[in-house]
């Protein structure tokens, strides 16, 4: 494996915000993992920090059993790519995400992403993770 | 820059395939870049290599001005990540797009996508990219 220390670290700390933050949608646990400057691209988000807290706790209120299924996780230096599935009840066929986030000085900087239907009995037998 | 030099060339394999392959939606150039035994998961494609290339002919006949704007590429070992802007005609909002690719000896072995419709004018004013 050719991943180094600092990369390590970032997909660590990637992987840790999905556990403490996003998973159980707490918006208390945000600050540790988050830069007070966030970069947010996510087209229907709020900007900033403090839009991803609001975020956050409206989710939870709406699905509180969402769940975030991490499939895999890279990382490139500064930047970690997360593939995931998103069911937020039980049998939801949910969405597949694609999450790219940049660190800088130990918290996540800058946040794109993309999301799509999962077509449950699409044309491919093959599925999408 | 932590890449090794197998990551390097992994990199450039997938971005010389946008170049060769996507780019000018060409099915004669497949065989050079992808696997016979290529492991296709975008939901709608049929699967394997010789569904690219009918799906390559079919986007080239139905939007020959399409391009594939690369706006920042990824690797990590074997996986290759790419995000990209995908207009299907001049001043269409087009798609937002991430890929991730596996190489295996030297050719794309596995294929994960996930596209969104860019949102003219949506609430948040920051870009998709």
Sequence with gaps: MSRTADEEANLRLVLDMFAAVLNPMDSAAVDRFISPDYIQHNQIAEPGRDGLKRFLDMIRAQTPEAVHDVKRALVDGDHVTVHYHV????????????????IENGLIAEHWDVMQDVIPGG??????F
Excluded: K, Q, S
């Design 87 to 102: 069911r937020r009840w039980p049998g939801d066929p949910g969405w597949a995400v694609i999450d790219i986030f940049r």
């Design 123 to 128: 044309p491919n037998p093959i599925g999408p």
